[in-house]
């Protein structure tokens, strides 16, 4: 584990335990530090263009196309909750939401109809949790996913009052019977707008509360994906990924993150299929105390945490592991997505394509759902 590393789990473990016991002050920058960025932070709100418009609505059924016309059973039960990313600010059309491309990838795969039901809000916190798990839970949901902890590190939220929140959210789900999937804070360090020092400091920031909230999210009984690549180096490098404004997720954007939020969404219901060397395709993996797994998945995009054993001290064992991400095309290889097509560079083999396959279907509306 490099030194980087080390620090980070180090940290992640101090604002987990602060969180665990009640703690709401600690923060991750010293008075000084804050004071200087102040303005900073000022002129990076300027540069950032504001969105007009709520996200589009995506709740609805999705997948009838994949569905046994004979099976009776109700749809799954798919709960968005979190903040503007997980609500889909920064799209014109349904089926380009990151709940409505999970939604169809996992009835895909689960051959099985799935209702989406979106509670995230624009600018919420994981403050805002509470409330949203009080409209979430009435839909009796068979798996949730958390998009959360942008706007807490850009709010300057206390760090272990963050984690504390997403933890006791997670918890509530878990005893509802819910399986819960968390996108963990994406990489806030690589937004154009914002420029050195606080570029620095915002990655460094995002990094340590998506460690955090690793820890707590395992404790609690679910497992995180992380979201790096959703503000980070692949996005830094590619514009259209963004929005107009610079700081959300395009199209492309949302559906490259839902690609890496798939795999673990449908291990997480015993869906999706072991993979081995001799199917040709190994997904690496180890088992590490959980602080150290959190802090190893904050560096790495695409990375799933999840727990590995029974609590032991202070330490709970969890398993590393890096799920298949297909890249995106670049230059000369990159395709303009069509009407009702895949988004660029969403086509591949090992199951993939599910997650905009639903689109495909003649029985399939704007987002492959039956809005209800």
């Not at 620095?200 to 009984?221: F, N």
């Not at 015993?270 to 060397?277: D, F, H, R, T, Y």
Request: proline share 6%; hydrophobic share 45%; net charge neutral.
């Amino acid at each position: 584990m490099s030194g980087s590393q080390a620090s980070r789990a180090r940290v992640a473990r101090r604002i987990a335990t602060a969180a665990a016991y009640g703690g709401g002050g600690l923060g991750l920058l010293g008075v000084g530090l804050a004071g200087v960025l102040l303005t900073e932070s000022r002129l990076a709100v300027r540069a950032i263009g504001i969105l007009d418009g709520d996200p589009p609505h995506a709740d609805g059924v999705y997948g009838e196309g994949f569905a046994d016309p004979s099976d009776a059973r109700e749809p799954l039960v798919l709960a968005f909750l979190g903040d503007s990313t997980a609500a889909g600010l920064g799209v014109q059309r349904a089926q380009e939401t990151p709940g409505a491309l999970l939604a169809s990838g996992l009835a895909s795969v689960a051959e099985r109809r799935v209702r989406l039901a979106n509670v995230a809000k624009s600018g919420a916190r994981s403050s805002d949790l509470a409330r949203q798990l009080e409209l979430a839970l009435p839909h009796r949901p068979d798996v949730a996913v958390v998009m959360i902890g942008a706007n807490d590190v850009t709010r300057h939220a206390p760090a272990a009052r963050s984690v504390r929140e997403l933890g006791e959210a997670v918890g509530a789900l878990v005893s509802a019977g819910c399986h819960v999937v968390v996108g963990t804070c994406p990489d806030l360090g690589t937004i154009k707008p914002v420029r050195p020092p606080l570029r620095w400091v915002a990655r460094r920031l995002s990094r340590q509360l998506a460690a955090a909230q690793t820890i707590a999210v395992v404790e609690a009984g679910g497992r995180t994906v992380s979201l790096g690549s959703l503000l980070g180096p692949e996005f830094a490098s590619r514009p259209e990924l963004f929005a107009a404004d610079r700081y959300h997720p395009s199209a492309q954007g949302y559906a490259t993150a839902s690609m890496a939020l798939l795999p673990s969404l449908c291990a997480e219901l015993g869906l999706w299929p072991q993979e081995s060397a001799a199917g040709g395709v190994v997904e690496p993996q180890a088992v590490l105390p959980v602080a150290v797994a959190a802090a190893a998945a904050a560096g790495r995009s695409g990375t799933e945490v999840t727990a590995a054993g029974p609590a032991n001290g202070t330490w709970r064992w969890a398993t590393l592991k890096q799920r298949f991400r297909l890249a995106l095309p670049r230059g000369e290889d990159a395709e303009p997505a069509g009407e009702g097509a895949a988004p660029a560079g969403l086509e591949g083999g090992d199951g993939r394509r599910a997650i905009t396959s639903a689109n495909s279907h003649p029985e399939a509306d704007d987002a492959g759902a039956t809005k209800r």
